[in-house]
Every structure is written in structure tokens, then in C-alpha cells.
T-cell receptor, first 117, second 119 residues
Framework: DTGVSQNPRHKITKRGQNVTFRCDPI?????LYWYRQTLGQGPEFLTY????????KSRLLSDRFSAERPKGSFSTLEIQRTEQGDSAMYLC???????????????FGQGTRLTVV | AQTVTQSQPEMSVQEAETVTLSCTYD???????LFWYKQPPSRQMILVIR??????QNATENRFSVNFQKAAKSFSLKISDSQLGDTAMYFC????????????????FGKGTLLTVNP
């Protein structure tokens, strides 16, 4: 499967626990995005990477959130001290930017659904 | 900041008929991209169709076409000959063009329209 892969698909955690999600983008894609989708809403931008560099973080990304993309390959999104308001679908997307030209199509993973109880 | 509004939370259509999903947006940019993405139940989101704002011609992809009205900031999606597999959540999305400054190419989504195609 050459698509974007996210693991786990579902995560239930107790409030206050830490969780980590993983995203494996399409192999040649140098751009990787994280979005959050809550019930009844469209996805909202959280952060993005170009290769291993995290270039922008949304104000939605509180200090409890951290994302990494070591070596410009897979990415992880960690939430520390989870709160019930963190319950959402976390989506990863990747795209290719080359020579300053972006293929504007973003390829999405199936998402990780987080439930904080 | 850009905003995208989809005023129809849910719609339904009979198989083989035509349906139009509405989207309006607000931006001060002159050049940008608009998209319709489809999110089937428990499946990943996929691109349906895209439009570059500087192109006058409306984009078409097989049974899917758009009506892009730049002055009105309207971007509707028409699905012809609806099929059961078209049942999904449809999101309208906006992306700034690189020439508008900033290169994050992030998507700003509307809240979505749940389309159900009935047999």
C-alpha cells in the first residue's frame, strides 16, 4: 500500500495520560501536515513539516502537543496530559513540493480517532 | 484569514439523479485554489476536484463539475448520475496560492455536507 498510513486507528485513553500517534506519508512526499477534526466540523490545521523541519504551528497546538518528523520520513504527534477536549480525529496528510512548485493535491490517511475518558 | 462556509449539513439524492452542493468562502486574496474533498464512511479523504482561481473555465472530472463564481466567492459542486458510492461527507476547502505570500499550502475546510445517495 503506497498511501498515507496512520497508527493506531483508534485510541482510548484516560484523562491525564500521554498518547502518541504515528503517520507514515507517501515515501517521496516532503510535506507532511497534521489536522484535527472534531464531530460536526471540518479538519483544522495543526502543524506542518517540510522534510524534517517543522515550519508552522497553529494556535490550536497547545504546549501539551508536540510533533516531530525525524529524518523527514514518518511523523509522530504526542499529546501530554490529555484532556477530554482533545477527543477528535487526528488526520495526517502529505504532498510533494519540488522546485518551488507544489502538487496541490494532499493525500490523507484514515486518521487516528482519540477518545479521552 | 480565510473562511469556508457550507450551508447544507445534509443532503440526499436518488441514484442516477443530479445534486449540487454549495460552498461560499471569504478571502482578500486574488489568487488561490479551491477544492472539493470526499470522505467516505471510515475511509480516508480523497480529492474530488480542484479549481485555480485565475482560471475562468470551470473544472470538470467525469461526473463531477464545479460552478466557480469568483466575484460572488461561490464554489458549488455538481454530481451528475449519482451513484451509491458517492455517499460520503463532502468538504469544500481553500488554499492560498504561493504567489499570495506564505508557502504553507495548508487547507482551510468548511464544516462539510453529508450526502446520501438512495437506491
Amino acid at each position: 500500500d503506497t498511501g498515507v498510513s496512520q497508527n493506531p486507528r483508534h485510541k482510548i485513553t484516560k484523562r491525564g495520560q500521554n498518547v502518541t500517534f504515528r503517520c507514515d506519508p507517501i515515501s517521496e512526499h516532503n510535506r507532511l501536515y497534521w489536522y484535527r477534526q472534531t464531530l460536526g466540523q471540518g479538519p483544522e490545521f495543526l502543524t506542518y513539516f517540510q522534510n524534517e523541519a517543522q515550519l508552522e504551528k497553529s494556535r490550536l497546538l497547545s504546549d501539551r502537543f508536540s510533533a516531530e518528523r525525524p529524518k523527514g520520513s514518518f511523523s509522530t504527534l504526542e499529546i501530554q496530559r490529555t484532556e477530554q477536549g482533545d477527543s477528535a480525529m487526528y488526520l495526517c496528510a502529505s504532498s510533494l513540493l519540488y522546485y518551488g512548485y507544489l502538487n496541490t493535491e494532499a493525500f490523507f490517511g484514515q486518521g487516528t480517532r482519540l477518545t479521552v475518558v | 484569514a480565510q473562511t469556508v462556509t457550507q450551508s447544507q449539513p445534509e443532503m440526499s439524492v436518488q441514484e442516477a439523479e443530479t445534486v449540487t452542493l454549495s460552498c461560499t468562502y471569504d478571502t482578500s486574496e486574488n489568487n488561490y485554489y479551491l477544492f472539493w474533498y470526499k470522505q467516505p464512511p471510515s475511509r480516508q479523504m480523497i480529492l474530488v476536484i480542484r479549481q485555480e482561481a485565475y482560471k475562468q473555465q470551470n473544472a470538470t472530472e467525469n461526473r463531477f463539475s464545479v460552478n466557480f463564481q469568483k466575484a460572488a466567492k461561490s464554489f458549488s459542486l455538481k454530481i451528475s448520475d449519482s451513484q451509491l458510492g458517492d455517499t460520503a461527507m463532502y468538504f469544500c476547502a481553500f488554499m492560498k496560492h504561493k504567489n499570495s505570500g506564505g508557502s504553507n499550502y495548508k487547507l482551510t475546510f468548511g464544516k462539510g455536507t453529508l450526502l446520501t445517495v438512495n437506491p
